[in-house]
């Protein structure tokens, strides 16, 4: 593994298969000439099992307390209502909701901010230090964050930021990092050398090759880890759970967490609740899915 | 900082102009290096800020785990007092600790089997020509954009005892009610369910990148070969796809190992971190957040921490070792 990443291959990966792209289904059309019913019925039960707990939420969100009580947990609603949203908003919803774009926000910022320098010196640098460092880095992805709670705990007692919104984005941030310049270093290698040489001979310094050159050609890898730290810090739990406190630094999670103690048996306010807060980032994941479906595969399998 | 990456890439590739590989760059001799050590300081400048917030939150907290593990440290605690491997030694008499062991590795062995048989099949389904590819893939990723926060709530309510839609379903079949949070063993399933609905389009869609990945004159001769479609799945598919599916295994042991959401959310005392009234659901990391945050032993929640970590080391490593092995022996063959 070592060797792999300091012998660097050519840049242009000629040998890389082609993944997912055109030739894949020219292939299979070869192979396979008529429509597979049969693999379409079975994908389509998946689908089904995916969709049925995902339209229970909606579905029971928008039902009476008494019709959820009585009605059959699969049937349509009978008189929808947004009683329940109403009673989620008014209970703080929109406070949590800030707090977790703020923090979601910050998080992405600063893994960027970190990851994109990181991996241009990880991508070009011969140093054997900066690629020791990078074995370093593919340790991390092993280490577990919730056998770390503990420390991070201290130490962000001791550095006064407990109950911080802070206090969230450090630990989320870091823990993101190693999935991140991952992601950027393998996209960065694939750059051509040329390009980086031309800048050279134009007499551009580092800086101005990492602003007009690297930054410009990362952009979707970037895009990618951007909406994989998002989610991470969007759905985060452990982290908030731990190193927050009060209903002022309350993320969503918590705040679901929370609602579920506080709503008790008022299941279709709770699942209101749970709606409202995955709708962001089901609108994300919607928007972003080409760039989230390449970012799967972009860390390993070259 | 007068030099930078550019330049230095640009030197070396003047000097050397035989050198397209990585490794005729490695034999560039060391006094050669010397000379242009201002040009290497770029990269570290680069690199550096994130090996600071890395190491401080990363690296040195799992370090620090270990040194508390050795004190018996409260939560709000000053003058902590060394205690050397007591935590240990009362670590493996505790009761408590090995049953949550046992059910951290009943839950892990429930979803991870499953989940990867499920996501090699689902790859092969998606990796047959149906209509719309992208929607296909974006329906079934879809569970994992959501939040385990979000998707405990949801299953705790389908598998509730009186209203849930699980129990209703059983019911409607013929079959008995299941007090699913009750059970030590129907527990374990239903989290185990949570937790294949989550990850196995996931790790599907990884599984058909790979599947994709295979150079189509391997297939093409297999059929020449007379191999039918089923034989040519388990006969050339799934042997190539064998770094892949280690790959899936690795991570699925690290995350799977340290599950924590799901047991907390399933528990119908919102807020409790008992994993059920006798504990039947109880995982390592949910007993280790109880002893930190709740019984405020940060010393012992440490050694429980660092057992944990030791374990999924250890698992981690093994899956390794046997995914270089595998990954050679799939080059080979090709």
Known sequence: MTTQHVTRPPATPAGAPPRGGAAAPRRRRRLRTRPNLLAGALATLWLVVVAVPLYYM?????RERSEYLTAHPLSPPMSPTLENYQTVIEGGFLRYLVNNVVVTAATVGLVVALAVPAAYAI????????QRGFTLLLAGLAIP??????????MITRMNLYDSLTAIVLPTAAFALPVATLVLANSLRDVPKELYEAQAIDGAGSFRVLRHLVLPLARPAIVTISIFTALTAWNGFIFPLVLTQSEETRVLTLGLWNFQGQFGTNFPALLAAVTLSALPIFVLYLIGRRFLLSGLTAGFGK | MSTDLGTGRDLRTDDEPEAPTGKAVARIPWRHRLSRWDVRLSPYLYVSPFFVIFGIVGLFPLLYTFYVSFFDWELIDDNPTFIGLENYAILLADAQFWKTLVNTVSIFVLSSGPQIMMAVLLAALLNTRLRGPTGWRVGVL?????????????FANLFGPNYGLVNGILETIGLDRIDWQADRFSSHVAIAIMVNWRWTGYNALIVLAAMQAIPR???????????????????????????????VVVTSTIGGLQIFTEPKLFD??????????????????????QTAFEREDLGYASAVAWVLFVIIILVALVNFLLTRRIATTGEGKR
């Open chain 1, 58 to 62: 909606v579905a029971s969100s928008l």
């Open chain 1, 123 to 130: 991508a070009r640098s011969e140093s054997r230090l900066v």
């Open chain 1, 145 to 154: 964050a919730q056998a770390t709670i503990i420390p991070v705990y201290l």
């Open chain 2, 142 to 154: 879809m569970p994992y954009v959501a939040s385990l926060v979000a998707i405990g709530i949801i």
């Open chain 2, 217 to 247: 004159e391997i297939l093409e001769a297999a059929v020449v070969d007379g191999a039918g479609a089923v034989r040519r799945f388990f006969s050339v598919t799934l042997p190539l796809l064998r770094p892949t599916l280690i790959f």
């Open chain 2, 268 to 289: 119908a005392m919102p807020g409790s971190n008992n994993g059920g009234s006798t504990n039947q659901f109880q995982t390592i990391t949910l007993y280790m957040y």
